[in-house]
Every structure is written in C-alpha cells, then in structure tokens.
C-alpha cells in the first residue's frame, strides 16, 4: 500500500516583512547569473511503457545511495509490480520512473534529485521544460522538469536550492487506484546532508499521475531531537513561447522583484491582472493565492494550484540563457518564509498541476 501521508502539525513562519528582510539579506549573497550555460543540444530518450499487475505493494527495498547510485532499472522492475509504473534506465544511464495512467497521460520521474523530467497529457504534449544543457551524470542538479529547492530556497549558507536536488531518493511504495498511477519516493539524512546542514529529517514525496493531472505532496518531518528551519520550492519548468505566456492570478501580492539589479531586490505591490514575461524575471510572490493560471503561449492553459506552499516565482533567464530561454517560463510553488518544525513535527505541500 501506498505510504500514509504524515499530518500536518502547526509550524511558525515568518510575517510578509519578515520574508521581505530575509530574502533581501539572502539573495544579496548569491545568484550571480548563468554565463557558464550555452544551452548545447542534448539527446532524448523515448521510452515505452509496459502494463504490470493492478496490485498494489508495500513499502519498496530499493535503498539507494546518495549523489550517485548503481541501482539498475531491472533491480527496480523486480521490486515494483504495480500496473502503470515501471523503471527505466533514462539518460546518462540513471534511474527513471516511468507512470502511465489508463487516460494515456505520462510522467518520468529521476530518482537523481526525486525530479520530475517530462508530464505528457494525453494528447501526448510534454508540458514541462528540461533545458538542452541539463547534464545526466548523478552529480549536477538536472536542469528543468520539476527540481527540489531543500532545505534552502536560492543562494545562503549551503549551496544554491539546497541538496535535495542532487540526491538519489528512494523508492518506497508504489500503487494504482482506478487507472491512476503513484509512487512515494524518500530522502534522508546522511552524511553529505550534515555536512551542510546538521539535522536529521526525512522527506516523502509522493507522485500521483491522472488523465490530465499531476499531483504532489511534499512531507519533511523532524526526525532529530533539536528544532529546525528551512525554505523550500518545487523550481518547475513549463514548455512556453516566452513572448505569448503569461501568468494570471497574482494581482495583491506583494512582490520582490530582481530586475533591474538582482542584488537589491525590489518591494513592490502587484497590480497586473495578467503577468507577462517581456524580458528577464525573477520576482517573488508573497502570501500567492492556491490557484494560478498560466497560458503557455502554445495553446495550453495550466492550472498550477497548491495547499500550504504560500508563495510563488516567476522565473525567465531572457538572454542569459540565448539559445533555449524562449522556449521556457518558471512558475513556482515555493515556501519563501522559514518554516520552524520542532522534532517529530511534520510539513506538508502540495501542488497539482491540470492542463486543458
């Protein structure tokens, strides 16, 4: 059976002013461009999907280890049975899961950061982004999909979005309701996570794939003895036209915005109905509403909706990205405010993620 969801308990987080003071402080340390991408053509994959029993397993043995792995897709394919959910092995020869729901719509998800790399409708149109420069090689984030920014959103103490996106997750469960495909990966906390960050903590994610649906939940649990904070985001990558896409939903939020001069960040009101992307954008969306409307400028309306994220991004690097930065938008579910867990509490997000 699928892992239970773990509750959610009461964590404090910071005021808007107080998410404003500490992302002022934090972004002035980091994000100092994208010189070193050329955005260099890649090669795909394109596998097919078999149908496995209608059972649904218990919880998976397939540990895997940290940064890279030799877990092979066949060691996979032995411990998952479930009808819709098979591993493959993707690109540079890393772990993938492939989920197809009986509507004919179609998720992989890496293991190598727990990313979410392509959500095909079932019109077969791959809605997500990954950039033509990603590298598949088990140590380098994979650029575009849907990365993890844990335990740290953007530049600060540890590396830049944390190091949750450039971990092997484990496979735990795997199950099939009605024609609907899921699996729940798991991270935890290891000696290259004390390195950065000294706490214990275990992270679930739990992946459901519908006709037309992608489904998230998100869940960290304090599992040390001490408190402990963090920030988080799911960086996800849609497929565009920059100049035709735009962003409804987000007029009254207040904003930070980082154009023109990304180290000084500007505190603003939104008053556009519709957002655009005319040029570069990274601006963060304080206290966002649950649902946003993208339109993709390909014909495709996205509902990006959430439960307890609380803020959101926008994201287009314009030309320092020249060769793929039109073909891409950022709209994120992030968690911008720390969030305090006292030990034995737990977090939850959720994001879903419906194309029409």
Same mark, same amino acid.
């Given at each position: 059976?699928?892992?239970?969801?773990?509750?959610?308990?009461?964590?404090?987080?910071?005021?808007?002013?107080?998410?404003?003071?500490?992302?002022?402080?934090?972004?002035?340390? %980091?994000?100092?461009?994208?010189?070193?991408?050329?955005?260099?053509?890649?090669?795909?994959?394109?596998?097919? $999907?078999?149908?496995?029993?209608?059972?649904?397993?218990?919880?998976?043995?397939?540990?895997?280890?940290?940064?890279?792995?030799?877990?092979?897709?066949?060691?996979?394919?032995?411990?998952?049975?479930?009808?819709?959910?098979?591993?493959?092995?993707?690109?540079?020869?890393?772990?993938?899961?492939?989920?197809?729901?009986?509507?004919?719509?179609?998720?992989?998800?890496?293991?190598?950061?727990?990313?979410?790399?392509?959500?095909?409708?079932?019109?077969?149109?791959?809605?997500?982004?990954?950039?033509?420069?990603?590298?598949?090689?088990?140590? =380098?984030?994979?650029?575009?999909?849907?990365?993890?920014?844990?335990?740290?959103?953007?530049?600060?103490?540890?590396?830049?979005?944390?190091?949750?996106?450039?971990?092997?997750?484990?496979?735990?469960?795997?199950?099939?309701?009605?024609?609907?495909?899921?699996?729940?990966?798991?991270?935890?906390?290891?000696?290259?996570?004390?390195?950065?960050?000294?706490?214990?903590?275990?992270?679930?994610?739990? $992946?459901?794939?519908?006709?037309?649906?992608?489904?998230?939940?998100? $869940?960290?649990?304090?599992?040390?003895?001490?408190?402990?904070?963090?920030?988080?985001?799911?960086?996800?990558?849609?497929?565009?036209?920059?100049?035709?896409?735009?962003?409804?939903?987000? =007029?009254?939020?207040?904003?930070?915005?980082?154009?023109?001069?990304?180290? +000084?960040?500007?505190?603003?009101?939104?008053?556009?109905?519709?957002? +655009?992307?005319?040029?570069?954008?990274?601006?963060?969306?304080?206290?966002?509403?649950?649902?946003?409307?993208?339109? +993709?400028?390909?014909?495709?309306?996205?509902?990006?909706?959430?439960?307890?994220?609380?803020?959101?991004?926008?994201?287009?690097?314009?030309?320092?990205?020249?060769?793929?930065?039109?073909?891409?938008?950022?709209?994120?579910?992030?968690?911008?405010?720390?969030?305090?867990?006292?030990?034995?509490?737990?977090?939850? %997000?959720?994001?879903?993620?419906?194309?029409?």
């Amino acid at each position: 059976m699928a892992i239970a969801a773990a509750s959610l308990l009461s964590s404090s987080t910071q005021c808007p002013r107080e998410r404003i003071s500490f992302l002022k402080t934090g972004w002035a340390l %980091g994000n100092q461009g994208f010189s070193d991408h050329n955005c260099m053509k890649r090669s795909h994959l394109h596998p097919s $999907v078999r149908r496995n029993s209608s059972r649904v397993y218990p919880r998976l043995q397939a540990t895997l280890n940290t940064v890279n792995t030799a877990i092979t897709a066949d060691k996979l394919n032995q411990e998952i049975g479930c009808l819709g959910v098979k591993a493959e092995e993707g690109e540079g020869k890393l772990a993938k899961l492939v989920l197809k729901s009986i509507g004919g719509s179609e998720v992989e998800i890496y293991l190598f950061g727990g990313c979410i790399s392509s959500w095909k409708t079932s019109k077969g149109k791959d809605l997500l982004f990954v950039r033509p420069d990603a590298v598949f090689n088990g140590q =380098k984030p994979i650029s575009g999909g849907i990365p993890h920014c844990f335990p740290q959103f953007g530049p600060g103490p540890m590396q830049q979005h944390g190091f949750a996106r450039n971990m092997t997750w484990s496979v735990v469960s795997s199950a099939n309701s009605e024609g609907n495909p899921m699996v729940t990966l798991e991270l935890k906390d290891d000696s290259y996570t004390h390195s950065m960050w000294d706490f214990n903590f275990l992270a679930t994610y739990k $992946v459901t794939l519908e006709s037309d649906r992608l489904s998230t939940q998100l $869940v960290v649990k304090n599992t040390d003895d001490k408190v402990f904070s963090f920030t988080a985001a799911l960086h996800t990558y849609f497929h565009a036209s920059v100049t035709g896409a735009s962003v409804k939903g987000l =007029k009254g939020c207040k904003t930070l915005n980082k154009f023109p001069d990304p180290l +000084n960040p500007i505190e603003s009101l939104e008053e556009r109905e519709i957002v +655009n992307f005319p040029g570069f954008v990274d601006c963060v969306y304080l206290g966002a509403p649950e649902k946003l409307l993208l339109e +993709n400028g390909l014909g495709d309306t996205i509902s990006v909706e959430n439960k307890n994220w609380e803020d959101a991004v926008l994201w287009n690097p314009h030309k320092q990205m020249e060769a793929c930065y039109k073909d891409f938008v950022c709209v994120e579910n992030a968690k911008i405010g720390k969030v305090e867990l006292q030990p034995g509490q737990t977090w939850t %997000g959720e994001q879903y993620l419906s194309a029409s």
